[in-house]
C-alpha cells in the first residue's frame, strides 16, 4: 500500500524567506507524486506532479520540488515566500499501478503555511 | 476556476436524513471522483468513475453510493446520515481513469448534519 507523510502540520516563515514543505512517500512501485494547494473556503488547485521526467519539478506560483528516491521525498520549495503563499498544501501520491491502475490519490494530512510580514 | 462545478455549495441537514451532491466534471474530462475532508480523517478517497463505471472504491460507506451519468455529471447519494457525515465533499475530474492524470478539483461542498 502507498502512504504519504507531511512532516509539520504548521510552518511559518517571514515572508521573502525560503519555504520548505517536507513529503516523504512509501511505495512499492515508482510512484507518481503531486503537491496541491487549498486556499480557504477554496478547493485544491494543482501546483506540480512528478512522472518521473525529471526529478526536478518546476510548478505553478514559483515553487517547485525534487523527487528523491534515496529518501523516498518529495520536498516542496520556493526561494521568497510571499503573504499570497499562506495556505494549507498537500502532498498525494498515486495507488499502484498495474493491474489496479486507478488514478485515486493518497494524501497526506496537509501543512499550513503561515507567512508573517 | 478549475473547471469543475459542484452543487450544492453549502448544504445543512438533520441526522437521519439522504442528500445527493451533484459534480460536473471539466469538459472532456471523463473520469470523476470523489473525496472527503474532514479534520479527523483528512482528505480520504471515497470512490471513482470512469465514462459511467465505476473503477475504484476507497473508505465509502455502505450508506453512500455514487453514479456517473451518460452525460458524465456525477452524484454522491449520502444516506442515513449521522453527525460524523459532516465534511467537506469534494469532486475532482480527469482526462482519463488511469495513474498519473491530473485531477482538477471542485469547490466543494460543505455538508453539515445537525
Known sequence: AQSVTQLGSHVSVSEGALVLLRCNYSSSVPPYLFWYVQYPNQGLQLLLKYTSAATLVKGINGFEAEFKKSETSFHLTKPSAHMSDAAEYFCAVTADRGSSNTGKLIFGQGTTLQVKP | ?114
Open chain 2, 1 to 114: 476556476d478549475s473547471g469543475v462545478t459542484q452543487t450544492p455549495k453549502h448544504l445543512i441537514t438533520a441526522t437521519g436524513q439522504r442528500v445527493t451532491l451533484r459534480c460536473s466534471p471539466r469538459s472532456g474530462d471523463l473520469s470523476v471522483y470523489w473525496y472527503q475532508q474532514s479534520l479527523d480523517q483528512g482528505l480520504q478517497f471515497l470512490i471513482q468513475y470512469y465514462n459511467g463505471e465505476e473503477r475504484a472504491k476507497g473508505n465509502i460507506l455502505e450508506r453512500f453510493s455514487a453514479q456517473q451519468f451518460p452525460d458524465l455529471h456525477s452524484e454522491l447519494n449520502l444516506s442515513s446520515l449521522e453527525l460524523g457525515d459532516s465534511a467537506l465533499y469534494f469532486c475532482a475530474s480527469s482526462v482519463a481513469g488511469g495513474t498519473g492524470y491530473e485531477q482538477y478539483f471542485g469547490p466543494g461542498t460543505r455538508l453539515t448534519v445537525t
